[in-house]
Protein backbone atom coordinates (compact mmCIF):
# COMPACT_ATOMS: atom_id res chain seq x y z
CA UNK A 1 0.00 0.00 0.00
CA UNK A 2 1.19 3.19 -1.01
CA UNK A 3 1.64 5.77 1.61
CA UNK A 4 -0.86 8.58 1.40
CA UNK A 5 1.05 11.86 1.79
CA UNK A 6 -1.80 13.63 3.89
CA UNK A 7 -2.73 12.66 7.21
CA UNK A 8 -4.79 13.84 10.25
CA UNK A 9 -2.84 13.61 13.58
CA UNK A 10 -5.25 13.15 16.83
CA UNK A 11 -4.38 14.19 20.36
CA UNK A 12 -6.37 14.94 23.34
CA UNK A 13 -5.53 17.45 26.79
CA UNK A 14 -7.39 17.86 29.83
CA UNK A 15 -8.19 21.74 29.39
CA UNK A 16 -9.43 23.82 26.24
CA UNK A 17 -6.88 26.36 27.11
CA UNK A 18 -3.95 23.55 27.19
CA UNK A 19 -5.47 22.60 23.80
CA UNK A 20 -5.82 25.90 22.11
CA UNK A 21 -2.39 26.67 22.78
CA UNK A 22 -0.52 23.39 22.16
CA UNK A 23 -2.40 23.54 18.73
CA UNK A 24 -1.31 27.41 18.40
CA UNK A 25 1.93 26.16 18.82
CA UNK A 26 2.25 23.45 16.50
CA UNK A 27 0.82 25.31 13.42
CA UNK A 28 3.22 27.86 14.63
CA UNK A 29 5.91 26.22 14.02
CA UNK A 30 5.01 24.69 10.87
CA UNK A 31 3.81 21.33 11.62
CA UNK A 32 0.41 21.52 10.56
CA UNK A 33 -1.93 23.53 8.55
CA UNK A 34 -4.65 24.09 10.88
CA UNK A 35 -5.71 22.23 14.11
CA UNK A 36 -9.36 21.64 15.13
CA UNK A 37 -10.03 22.05 18.60
CA UNK A 38 -13.17 20.25 20.19
CA UNK A 39 -14.52 19.40 23.57
CA UNK A 40 -15.22 15.44 23.59
CA UNK A 41 -15.85 13.24 26.68
CA UNK A 42 -14.02 10.29 27.14
CA UNK A 43 -14.02 6.95 28.60
CA UNK A 44 -10.34 5.26 29.82
CA UNK A 45 -8.95 3.22 31.55
CA UNK A 46 -5.75 4.49 33.26
CA UNK A 47 -3.35 3.16 36.35
CA UNK A 48 -5.89 0.80 37.13
CA UNK A 49 -8.98 2.74 37.28
CA UNK A 50 -11.69 3.04 34.63
CA UNK A 51 -11.99 6.90 34.22
CA UNK A 52 -14.56 9.40 32.77
CA UNK A 53 -13.65 12.65 32.07
CA UNK A 54 -13.89 16.08 29.80
CA UNK A 55 -11.12 16.84 27.13
CA UNK A 56 -10.64 18.73 24.16
CA UNK A 57 -9.65 16.49 20.87
CA UNK A 58 -6.94 18.16 18.43
CA UNK A 59 -6.74 17.08 15.01
CA UNK A 60 -4.01 18.79 13.11
CA UNK A 61 -3.77 18.90 9.40
CA UNK A 62 -0.27 17.36 8.14
CA UNK A 63 1.45 15.84 5.46
CA UNK A 64 2.60 12.06 6.73
CA UNK A 65 6.27 13.06 6.52
CA UNK A 66 5.96 15.26 9.18
CA UNK A 67 4.38 12.55 11.49
CA UNK A 68 7.47 12.13 13.31
CA UNK A 69 8.30 15.75 14.07
CA UNK A 70 4.88 16.42 15.17
CA UNK A 71 4.78 13.79 17.45
CA UNK A 72 8.04 14.15 19.28
CA UNK A 73 6.82 18.36 19.06
CA UNK A 74 3.19 17.38 21.00
CA UNK A 75 5.06 14.94 23.33
CA UNK A 76 7.85 17.55 24.76
CA UNK A 77 4.90 20.06 24.78
CA UNK A 78 2.08 17.71 26.36
CA UNK A 79 1.58 17.94 30.19
CA UNK A 80 -0.09 13.73 30.00
CA UNK A 81 2.75 10.97 30.73
CA UNK A 82 1.26 9.39 27.69
CA UNK A 83 -0.32 11.55 25.40
CA UNK A 84 -2.67 10.30 22.36
CA UNK A 85 -0.71 10.41 19.50
CA UNK A 86 -2.94 8.40 16.64
CA UNK A 87 -2.20 9.45 12.34
CA UNK A 88 -5.39 8.70 10.23
CA UNK A 89 -4.83 8.69 6.60
CA UNK A 90 -6.66 11.23 4.22
CA UNK A 91 -7.41 9.08 1.19
CA UNK A 92 -8.87 12.05 -0.54
CA UNK A 93 -9.48 15.39 -0.44
CA UNK A 94 -10.13 18.54 -2.31
CA UNK A 95 -7.37 19.84 -4.61
CA UNK A 96 -7.36 23.37 -3.63
CA UNK A 97 -7.24 22.39 0.40
CA UNK A 98 -4.46 19.84 -0.01
CA UNK A 99 -2.44 22.26 -1.94
CA UNK A 100 -3.03 24.48 0.76
CA UNK A 101 -2.07 22.31 3.28
CA UNK A 102 1.06 21.00 1.51
CA UNK A 103 2.02 24.68 1.39
CA UNK A 104 1.79 25.59 4.73
CA UNK A 105 3.96 22.72 5.78
CA UNK A 106 6.44 22.83 3.33
CA UNK A 107 8.70 25.24 5.06
Do not use: N
Not at 46 to 63: N, S
Amino acid sequence: MTTPEFIVVTTTHDTEDKAHALAAAVVGAGLAACAQVCAVGSVYRWEARLRTDPEWRIDFKTRAALFDRLAAFVTAEHTYDTPELIAVPVLAGSPAYLDWVRAETAG
